[in-house]
């Protein structure tokens, strides 16, 4: 699974053979340019969720739920999860919370609406734990937590920054995928913010990320030479211009 948010990106990762496509809150950070998920609207969600959805013809696609969208009530995440699969054309929503979360997958998911769930480190709840990357440790709260959201109803879960042994028990537990990103290799599947495995994004470099491409060097070195030429009078030249 990877990341997209926009057609483009979306219709290249389809191409791939991604399995899934998870158009995630980390828009807020990699598009919009906020230093957190937490801006991130309902709104934005369906129009970045829609973009993507037109583009992908064989992957799954998945959009969050973003901050605030469904910790007011369990009528407020019904509703808000149904605008986001009938706006969208999405195939699930997402949202993080394992046990204090149960009763709300339980209710997205009686509305016929798969939820995947996501537990370990959640970007939503940066304030509470005190800020980003922190790994998770708490062996049987993390079990619980996800033991409570596949009973809920949950079709797969995200394990984020949590120990590679935990990460193991927790997959090996459920009956249900587990898709980490940054919690080893014992996981169902993996998965990476797109722009951050393909280099785009500057200044970013945790343990966990690999980057499969330099692709923000590479585009910067194509804009200089396009700049370059423009300035210098070879483009555009006879090949590029009509008679």
């Known amino acids: 699974m990877v990341t997209a948010y926009d057609c483009l990106w979306a219709q290249i990762m389809d191409e791939a053979g991604v399995d899934a496509i998870l158009v995630g809150d980390t828009l807020g950070m990699v598009v919009q340019g906020h230093a957190t998920t937490l801006p991130v609207t309902v709104d934005d969600m369906v129009y970045h969720g829609s973009m993507v959805v037109r583009a992908v013809e064989r992957a799954l696609v998945i959009v969050d739920m973003p901050f605030m969208s469904y910790h007011e009530s369990v009528e407020q995440a019904v509703r808000n999860a149904g605008r986001l699969i009938k706006e969208t054309g999405a195939d699930a929503v997402k949202l993080e919370g394992g046990r204090i979360q149960s009763e709300t997958i339980r209710a997205i998911s009686r ?40 009973d809920a109803g949950a079709f797969a879960i995200v394990l984020e920054l949590i120990t590679r042994d935990i990460a193991e028990r927790i997959t090996d537990t459920l009956a249900i995928p587990t898709i980490g990103i940054g919690s080893g290799g014992g996981c169902s599947g993996q998965v990476l913010v797109g722009p951050d495995m393909l280099g785009l994004t500057p200044g970013f470099s945790p343990k966990f990320l690999k980057k499969f491409a330099d692709l ?20 555009p030249g006879e090949k590029h211009s009509h008679a």
């Open 216 to 235: 923000r060097s590479e585009a910067i070195s194509a804009v200089q030479a396009y700049v370059r030429e423009v300035q210098d009078g070879t483009f």
């Open 111 to 150: 509305a016929d609406i798969p939820v995947m769930a996501h537990v370990g480190m959640r970007p939503q709840a940066v304030r509470q734990l005190g800020g980003m990357g922190k790994i998770q440790r708490d062996e049987e709260l993390l079990l619980a937590d996800a033991q409570a959201a596949q």
